[in-house]
């Protein structure tokens, strides 16, 4: 069975600080990995999704890199702001298209 | 209407009522899921429907009843709930087969067992 680990559960920085979090998994037999960011009560937004066979991802302040040989995700983001206060989750899918979770990176930006 | 909708947004019930969530996904996808998150839980999947076939989460309650009409619309169905049934439901949705596409999910309902 596919187990997600996010570290650390939770972190705070002060705001322009670069983020990095960090996400592994047990088997390295995925279809792809996506990163998703949930706020209080609210649904999941995509944020970007890594093929098995990619790297990594950029979208603006975005970066996510890919290990799946030794079953790692990072997400970066550049100079955060206030708004980049949400929860983070990390997501890998296997060949029968199933999603594991992680338990998600609590952010706080502070102004 | 763009993307996943979900039906109402939130919900109070109590433990002999019946009633339903709804999802609709304008995404074209050709499977559906449901999801349960507790606090302090990871996300945890209950039904999923993929090519018209029903794969369930055999430790899910029969309490809850899923519905796919069709490959836009999934319903799941609630009687007899327990407070511990309290939580966030998410639907999703994805194209089975597609590695460059993801899962898209819904805003979510809300629940409250009282």
């Known amino acids: 069975k596919q187990e997600v680990t996010q570290i650390p559960a939770a972190l705070s920085v002060p705001e322009g600080e670069n983020l990095v979090l960090n996400c592994s998994f047990t088997?390295?037999?995925?279809?792809?990995l996506q990163w998703f960011r949930q706020d209080p009560g609210k649904g999941l937004t995509s944020l970007l999704l890594?093929?098995?066979?990619?790297r990594e991802q950029t979208s603006g302040r975005l970066n996510a890199s890919l290990d799946k040989s030794s079953g790692r995700s990072t997400l970066y983001i550049a100079a955060s702001q206030p708004g980049d206060s949400a929860t983070y989750l990390c997501?890998?899918?296997?060949?029968?298209?199933?999603?594991?979770f992680g338990k998600g990176n609590q952010v706080v930006v502070i102004p | 209407e763009t993307g996943v909708t979900q039906t109402p947004r939130h919900l109070v019930m109590g433990m002999t009522n019946k009633k339903s969530l709804k999802c609709e996904q304008h995404?074209?996808?050709?499977?559906m899921y449901w999801y349960k998150q507790s606090a302090k839980k990871p996300l945890e999947l209950m039904f999923v429907?993929?090519?018209?076939?029903?794969?369930e989460n055999n430790s899910v309650p029969s309490r809850f009843s899923p519905e796919c009409p069709n490959s836009s619309h999934l319903f799941l169905h609630l009687h007899t709930l327990q407070p511990e049934d309290s939580a966030l439901y998410l639907c999703?949705?994805?194209?089975?087969?597609?590695?460059?596409?993801?899962?898209?999910f819904g805003s979510g309902t809300r629940l409250t067992v009282v």
């Open positions: 999703a949705s994805s194209q089975i087969g597609q590695a460059g596409y993801g899962y898209t």
């Open positions: 088997d390295s037999a995925i279809y792809n």
């Open positions: 890594i093929q098995s066979s990619q």
């Open positions: 997501a890998v899918r296997d060949g029968n298209n199933r999603l594991a």
């Open positions: 995404l074209g996808h050709n499977a």
């Open positions: 429907y993929s090519l018209e076939e029903r794969v």
